[in-house]
């Protein structure tokens, strides 16, 4: 009697381990599922925000500030993903195989989980953030463009001359203006950048064609 007591005292501390670990896993495991569930939905509504119209600089620094912020989530997760696997790793020591195994196939699908999220979060971040130094740089060339516009729409209405070293000035400008309507085919211009291009192609056209009949008045009087 002494050792069947002992025996079933020894199965019922085991047990108990068990239930311990057990409940431990389980608590680990829910409280990464719901975070990874929401981390997942704050990427795809983070993701969804960003409309072509407004897609402008600051808009685009924003959502790579987002991604970054979403990206470090995702770190967390994997430290806590560690722990997981280390209770779990613990627990099926303690069950039966076809427990063990289902353990040990929800703790592989987590993890694919998180390692997923965290690639298309780093590659989403990355390509924002080439993205946005496309953008930065497509408008300083921009705004130089502009400015350089305005400057030689002042000339032309105060009756300043325009000879042929002007005019081999502007004709050089407008290649950049060419280089610049190039690289806004393979960028997703927000509505504004896109409004003040046209306007610049406009408005360079008709500068340059008064540019050139001042020429020719000078040439001809």
């Known amino acids: ?19 311990v670990l057990w409940e431990v896993y389980n608590q680990l495991k829910g409280s990464l599922s719901n975070s990874l569930q929401m981390l997942q939905s704050d990427f795809t509504f983070k993701l969804s925000s960003l409309t072509e119209q407004d897609n402008t600089v600051a808009q685009a620094a924003v959502m790579v500030t987002n991604m970054e912020s979403i990206l470090k989530r995702a770190n967390t997760l994997l430290c806590d ?9 613990d627990l099926t020591v303690y069950l039966e195989p076809l427990a063990a195994g289902l353990v040990q196939s ?10 997923q999220l965290t690639q298309q979060v780093s590659v989403r971040r990355d390509h924002l953030q080439e993205e946005l130094k496309w953008l930065q740089d497509f408008e ?18 105060s009756g300043a001359h325009a000879d042929q070293s002007g005019l081999l000035e502007l004709s050089g400008l407008s290649a950049d203006l060419d ?3 190039e690289r806004s085919c393979s960028l997703t211009l927000g509505g504004a950048a896109a409004r003040r291009l046209q306007r610049l192609n406009r408005c360079w ?11 020719s008045t000078l040439r001809n009087p």
Do not use: M
């Open 106 to 115: 929800e703790s592989r699908l987590l993890s694919r989980s998180i390692l």
């Open 81 to 89: 993903l560690g722990q997981v696997l280390e209770v779990s790793k």
């Open 1 to 19: 009697w002494t050792q069947v007591l002992g025996a079933v005292n020894q199965q019922l501390q085991k047990s108990q381990d068990v239930l």
């Open 205 to 215: 056209a008709q500068t340059a064609t008064r540019a050139e009949e001042a020429c």
């Open 179 to 181: 280089v610049l309507n």
């Open 140 to 157: 300083n060339d921009l705004e130089s463009l502009e400015t350089t516009l305005e400057d030689w729409q002042r000339r032309l209405e």
